[in-house]
């Protein structure tokens, strides 16, 4: 937990955002306890399958991670996954599993190279490289999403990218670059608003931010808002009320206090895994 508090320091320094983490499960949040009709038929039972894919942005090897239901026929939506900045993870895994058992095929990402996966405080430079450079964050994440795209069980349009922390300001780079997706979805990451790259974003975009997150100020809220607005981009964003950063995160633990930027907030962890599924039935119909 210690890394995640210690990255709260590191966001209000450089605002940047980034996180530390371990799987949460919304998707298995409130479980119906009713008992299904005689009638009705069984769900069909649930096949994951995941591999660990090689790949390379210049002369860079990447490493992602591919996770789809088996069982499921034809070709799917897809959803690139964008890790923070410790690097494709644990949690990053279990995100794309959980996508996988809702019916998508999901690729996590792998923005800094094979075997780069950084604690803090070098987590916080690693993540510097691409906050300064934005060609080579835009490079890395259309890399992924490329390898989204080739699947042969993914529909190449249906597709969307989500992130988290780090992870969630590089879909937006990825939006910006003008990535053939249907939707963006941020988890409280930064916003890191431009001028006029709004105008290249072809897709819908969801933010869904702690209201609280003092590494997402009101000065880059509204001008994000702007470029948003400038490009005419569809977009929605969701403040969670008593919210600060890492909300999606169970090793963040409890808020200490007033100047503690990174906590688990349960009920926004589930609030926000339901947007994300409304968003991408509307994006994917």
Not at 126 to 144: Q, V
Not at 203 to 221: E, Q, R, S, W, Y
Request: net charge neutral; proline share 5%; charged share 20%.
């Amino acid at each position: 937990m210690q890394s995640v508090k210690n990255l709260s320091v590191f966001l209000s320094a450089l605002v940047l955002v980034a996180c530390s983490s371990q799987p949460a499960n919304p998707s298995a949040s409130n479980p119906s306890t009713a008992p299904s009709s005689a009638a009705s038929p069984a769900p069909a039972a649930k096949n994951i399958q995941t591999q660990t894919l090689e790949y390379k942005q210049g002369e860079q090897v990447l490493e992602g991670y591919l996770a789809y239901d088996a069982n499921l026929q034809g070709k799917r939506p897809g959803v690139l996954v964008i890790h923070e900045w410790t690097g494709l993870n644990d949690y990053v895994r279990g995100r794309a599993r959980q996508l996988a058992e809702l019916g998508y095929v999901a690729f996590a990402a792998d923005i800094y190279g094979k075997g780069i996966r950084p604690q803090p405080p070098a987590s916080g430079q690693e993540a510097s490289k691409y906050y300064t450079d934005r060609n080579l964050a835009k490079a890395r994440a259309n890399a992924g999403f490329e390898v989204l795209r080739s699947q042969s069980r993914v529909d190449p349009s249906k597709t969307a990218a989500i992130g988290y922390c780090f992870g969630g300001s590089m879909a937006l780079e990825l939006a910006r670059s003008g990535a053939e997706a249907d939707g963006f979805v941020v988890f409280h990451g930064g916003l890191r608003p431009t001028e006029s790259e709004g105008k290249n974003i072809k897709g819908k975009v969801l933010v869904l931010n702690g209201a609280d997150d003092t590494a997402v100020p009101a000065t880059d809220i509204a001008k994000f808002k702007t470029e948003m607005d400038s490009g005419g981009v569809d977009w929605q964003l969701i403040n969670y009320s008593n919210t600060v950063h890492a909300f999606t995160n169970p090793e963040s633990g409890a808020r200490t206090g007033p100047t503690d930027n990174a906590a688990y907030n349960a009920e926004s962890d589930r609030r926000s895994w339901k947007a994300m599924q409304d968003f991408f039935a509307e994006i994917f119909q």
